[in-house]
C-alpha cells in the first residue's frame, strides 16, 4: 500500500509570493491533517479536513488555507508569504481518529 | 490548551542500554497518544498509539505506558542500537487535534 506522498519535496520563493502544497493520503484515508515544523516552535497544527470538509483548525492567521478534493487528496495555500513561513510542512492522513501516517514533507524556504 | 512536554531534550546513551523517554501532557481529556520518530529531514514514523482506555502497548523492543490520571506517557526502549539514534515525539490527541512535544533527541553510540 503506498504511503502519504507530497508535493513538491522543495520550495523555493520570495517574499509576498504565494505557494501551494499538494498532500495525496493513504488509499482509503478520509482525513488528512496539515502540520507546520520550524525548529523554534516545533510541529504546530495547522488544519484537518475529512470528506472534503475542514473539520478542525489551528491557530494560523488566514494567509494558511486549505482545501479537499473528492479523492481525499487534498492542498494547502500559503498566500503573502513572509520569512517566517520558511519551515517543514507535514502532512498526515488517518482513517478518522486513529494512528496518523505522516509524509516526507515539504521544505518551504521564503527569500 | 493541551500543552505536551518531552524530558529529556536530548539523550546520549552507549549501545545496548535500556532506555525511558518521557512525555507529559496537561490536559488529560485526551482520545489517545501516539509515539513517533523522525529522522533528520524526514517526515514522522508512527511507532505505538495507546488509546485513553489502555495503559500500554508494545512493539518489538519498544514499550508505551499511559497513565491518563497524571498526565504523563513513557516510551520504553529495550537494548537500544545505533540504529534507534532518532528525534522521538509525542502527540495527545484531543479528539480534535494533535498536541505534539518538542521531541527528545536520542544517539545511541556504538
Known amino acids: 500500500k503506498a504511503g502519504v506522498t507530497q508535493t513538491p519535496r522543495y520550495l523555493i520563493k520570495t517574499r509576498g509570493q504565494q505557494v501551494t502544497l499538494s498532500c495525496s493520503p493513504i488509499?482509503?484515508?478520509?482525513?488528512v491533517s496539515w502540520y507546520q515544523q520550524t525548529p523554534g516552535q516545533g510541529l504546530q497544527f495547522l488544519f484537518e479536513y475529512f470528506s472534503e470538509t475542514q473539520r478542525n483548525k489551528g491557530n494560523f492567521p488566514g494567509r494558511f488555507s486549505g482545501r479537499q478534493f473528492s479523492n481525499s487528496r487534498s492542498e494547502m495555500n500559503v498566500s503573502t508569504l513572509e520569512l517566517g513561513d520558511s519551515a517543514l510542512y507535514l502532512c498526515a492522513s488517518s482513517r478518522g481518529q486513529e494512528t496518523q501516517y505522516f509524509g516526507p514533507g515539504t521544505r518551504l524556504l521564503v527569500l | 490548551k493541551q500543552e505536551v512536554t518531552q524530558i529529556p531534550a536530548a539523550l546520549s546513551v552507549p549501545e545496548g542500554e535500556n532506555l525511558v523517554l518521557n512525555c507529559s501532557f496537561t490536559d488529560s481529556a485526551i482520545y489517545n497518544l501516539q509515539w513517533f520518530r523522525q529522522d533528520p529531514g524526514k517526515g514522522l514514523t508512527s511507532l505505538l498509539l495507546?488509546?485513553?482506555?489502555?495503559r500500554e502497548q508494545t512493539s518489538g523492543r519498544l514499550n508505551a505506558s499511559l497513565d491518563k490520571s497524571s498526565g504523563r506517557s513513557t516510551l520504553y526502549i529495550a537494548a537500544s542500537q545505533p540504529g534507534d539514534s532518532a528525534t522521538y515525539l509525542c502527540?495527545?490527541?484531543?479528539?480534535?487535534?494533535?498536541?505534539f512535544g518538542t521531541g527528545t533527541s536520542l544517539t545511541v553510540i556504538p
Open positions: 502527540a495527545a490527541n484531543t479528539g480534535n487535534q494533535f498536541y
Open positions: 488509499s482509503g484515508h478520509r482525513s
Open positions: 495507546i488509546q485513553s482506555s489502555q
